[in-house]
């Protein structure tokens, strides 16, 4: 039993260990916080304000975060007015996450360079 209980404790901790953004709308007007995504306004927020993601998910090829304010407001905001830092918390721990690099690809087959060839001996008759 007390190992359910532990393991109850642990997935709250990481349930409740939100990705945190600053909320970032180049356009200077304050962003508005939604019911849903694209939905009825229900409060605007102003930019550099940090918020917690608490979901992402796409709506007509838009992608939405539903987040929570520090006084505890909770709805959904347009995704692109969000900056948020590349790191994963997993456990507690903070982990940069590397940057993607081009995948280097093979160069094409008549480019490619091989061994010099030795004639073969003919065959004995």
Not at 79 to 98: E, Q
Request: hydrophobic share 35%; glycine share 6%; charged share 20%.
């Amino acid at each position: 039993m007390t190992v359910i209980a532990a393991l109850l404790v642990l997935l709250t901790s990481v349930a409740q260990a939100a990705e945190r953004c600053t909320v970032a709308d180049p356009t200077g007007t304050p962003p508005n916080l939604r019911s849903e995504p694209n939905g009825t306004i229900v409060d605007r927020l102003e930019n550099g304000v940090v918020v917690s993601v608490l979901e992402r998910r796409s709506h007509k090829g838009k992608r939405w975060a539903m987040i929570e304010t520090a006084s505890g407001t909770t709805g959904w905001a347009f995704a692109a007015y969000l900056d948020c830092p590349k790191t994963k918390t997993t456990l507690g721990n903070t982990l940069k996450v590397p940057e993607r690099r081009p995948v280097e690809t093979a160069p094409e087959p008549d480019q490619q360079k091989s061994a010099p060839m030795k004639p073969r001996p003919s065959p004995a008759n």
